[in-house]
């Protein structure tokens, strides 16, 4: 597929995310998608994501930078939310913070087949000792 295709099909991801629209997400991610090198298959990962914005009601991804080849993708994604409980083992307690994930996807045909995520964690411990 190429780059500019892959881009705005990314974008259509993140959009569907954003809008919690969870019938429409196996039109973007493979039936088989690993996370992180575990197999979770669609309904586990649509239950992490769900899980994800119970746990931080105004999550938002929003993309600060994008880097698309024929069949795969490199995204920045920052944040500014207010996670209710815990995160990432920290307890944030409804604080308002901002960090960034770097993540990569690899798309089997027009569907994403594998994510690894990198959450910037010590940027949010950081605003916790403040």
């Not at 992490?48 to 080849?69: A, E, H, S, T």
């Not at 901002?98 to 798309?107: G, I, L, R």
Request: glycine residues 6%; contains cysteine.
């Amino acid at each position: 597929m190429p780059a500019a295709s892959l881009a705005d099909l990314y974008r259509a991801y993140i959009d569907c995310l954003n809008r919690q629209d969870w019938t429409q997400l196996g039109s973007y991610v493979d039936d088989e998608v690993e996370h992180n090198g575990r197999p979770l298959r669609l309904s586990g990962y649509r239950d992490m994501l769900v899980k994800d914005f119970d746990d931080i009601p105004d999550l938002r991804f929003d993309i600060q930078l994008l880097v698309c080849d024929p069949s795969r993708v490199a995204a920045r994604l920052g944040f500014k939310c207010s996670p209710k409980a815990e995160f990432l083992g920290m307890s944030i307690n409804g604080r308002t913070v901002s960090f960034t994930e770097n993540v990569f996807y690899e798309f089997s045909g027009r569907k994403i087949a594998s994510v690894w995520s990198v959450i910037e964690k010590a940027a949010i411990e950081a605003q916790l000792v403040r």
